[in-house]
C-alpha cells in the first residue's frame, strides 16, 4: 500500500514560484505514473501534470509553460515546480499514482492528503 504525502504548499503573490513535493512510503513509485491533480472552491478535480514511469510528461493547456513535473525515483518523490503563478492557480494540489497514465482522477489508487495552494493577485 502505497502512501503519499504532499508539502510546499502556502499562500504566494502572483508571479511567484513555489515547488510541490510528494513523498511516497510503503512501497517504489518507479513503476507508476504520477499525478498532480487540483481541486478549486465549486470546481471539479482536474489534471494538471503527470509523469509516466519512463519520463513522458502530460500538462494541461493553463499551465503549459510554466509548470514542470519531475520525479526522484532514488528519493520515492515526485515534484512540481510551479512558476508565473496566477490567482486562478488557486487550489488544493494532490498528488495521486497509478500503474498506466489517466487523466481521469477517478481511475489514480493512492492519494495524498492535498497541499494547499493561495495566489493573491
Known amino acids: 500500500q502505497v502512501q503519499l504525502v504532499e508539502s510546499g504548499g502556502g499562500l504566494v503573490q502572483a508571479g511567484d514560484s513555489l515547488r510541490l513535493s510528494c513523498a511516497a512510503s510503503g512501497g517504489t513509485i518507479s513503476s507508476y505514473t504520477m499525478a498532480w491533480f487540483r481541486q478549486a472552491p465549486g470546481k471539479e478535480r482536474e489534471l494538471a501534470a503527470a509523469?509516466?514511469?519512463?519520463?513522458?510528461?502530460t500538462y494541461t493547456d493553463s499551465v503549459k509553460g510554466r509548470f514542470t513535473i519531475s520525479r526522484d525515483n532514488a528519493k520515492n518523490t515526485v515534484y512540481l515546480q510551479m512558476n508565473s503563478l496566477k490567482a486562478e492557480d488557486t487550489a488544493v494540489y494532490y498528488c495521486?499514482?497509478?500503474?498506466?497514465?489517466?487523466?481521469?482522477?477517478?481511475?489514480?489508487?493512492?492519494w495524498g492528503q492535498g497541499t494547499q495552494v493561495t495566489v493573491s493577485s
Open positions: 495521486a499514482a497509478r500503474r498506466r497514465y489517466s487523466a481521469t482522477y477517478a481511475s489514480y489508487d493512492y
Open positions: 509523469i509516466t514511469w519512463n519520463g513522458d510528461n
